[in-house]
């Protein structure tokens, strides 16, 4: 079964700062990983996506990612963050259940609160 | 640009209530998707929804939820006798089975609050 991974429940940063939110997953077959990004009060908006070829895929907003296989990783960043980014970064995998079927399994999220 | 659209917004019920949440689907996408999270932890996967019968369903997904595409566009979860535990914000997500695209487009989710 697959596993999503996000060692940090919270970060705060200043404004401009470079930010990095951590994800780590397990899975015994290939995934496609996401970072989607949920506003308070609001819901779950896709930054970028992982399904195949460069490692480093960049999203929306700035945002970019790099996927490491042997690390079985697939960090978020950010070079210069804003107040505007303050929100809930979810880091999720995509596998094969069945079929053409296939299901996201999410972390637990990353609050990333950015200071004035 | 085409959404999926969650109706209602907030829904206030007593326990041992029936309730129904609502999607509207991206209207070419082929597979539906239901998803829960509690307050303060993360999104869980409910149940998916292929060519008008469920494909896989998590243990969540017991006998007090069911799922339903009354016609062309609606897609329904609906629980049976609500418990407080029930209480979370519900999210409909749908995806498009065409090319390489494995992403899942949500809608803004429907809080279910069991008092």
């Known amino acids: 079964a697959q596993s999503v991974t996000q060692l940090d429940s919270q970060v705060p940063v200043f404004e401009e700062a470079p930010v990095e939110l951590r994800c780590n997953y397990s899975s015994s077959v290939s995934v496609y990983l996401f970072w989607y990004v949920q506003y308070p009060n609001q819901g779950l908006q896709l930054l970028l996506k992982y399904l195949s070829g460069s490692t480093l895929v960049k999203g929306i907003n700035g945002f970019e990612a790099e996927f490491n296989k042997s690390q079985t990783s697939f960090h978020l960043r950010k070079p210069s963050v804003h107040i505007s980014d303050t929100a809930e970064y979810f880091c999720?995998?995509?596998?094969?259940?069945?079929?053409?079927?296939?299901?996201?399994?999410f972390g637990k999220g990353t609050l990333l609160t950015v200071n004035p | 640009e085409p959404e999926v659209t969650q109706t209602p917004s907030h829904q206030v019920t007593q326990m041992g209530q029936e309730v129904i949440l609502r999607c509207v689907p991206i209207?070419?996408?082929?597979?539906f998707y239901w998803y829960r999270q509690i307050l303060g932890q993360k999104v869980e996967f409910l149940v998916s929804?292929?060519?008008?019968?469920?494909?896989?369903k998590s243990e969540i997904f017991d006998d007090q939820f069911s799922v339903e595409r009354p016609d062309g566009s609606n897609f329904t979860l609906k629980i049976r006798s609500t418990k407080l535990e029930d209480s979370a914000m519900y999210f409909c997500?749908?995806?498009?089975?065409?090319?390489?695209?494995?992403?899942?487009?949500f809608g803004p989710g429907t809080r279910l609050t069991v008092t």
């Open positions: 929804f292929y060519n008008n019968e469920i494909s896989e």
């Open positions: 997500a749908s995806r498009n089975t065409s090319g390489r695209s494995h992403e899942q487009y």
């Open positions: 209207s070419n996408h082929l597979y």
């Open positions: 999720a995998v995509s596998v094969k259940s069945g079929g053409s079927n296939y299901k996201l399994t």
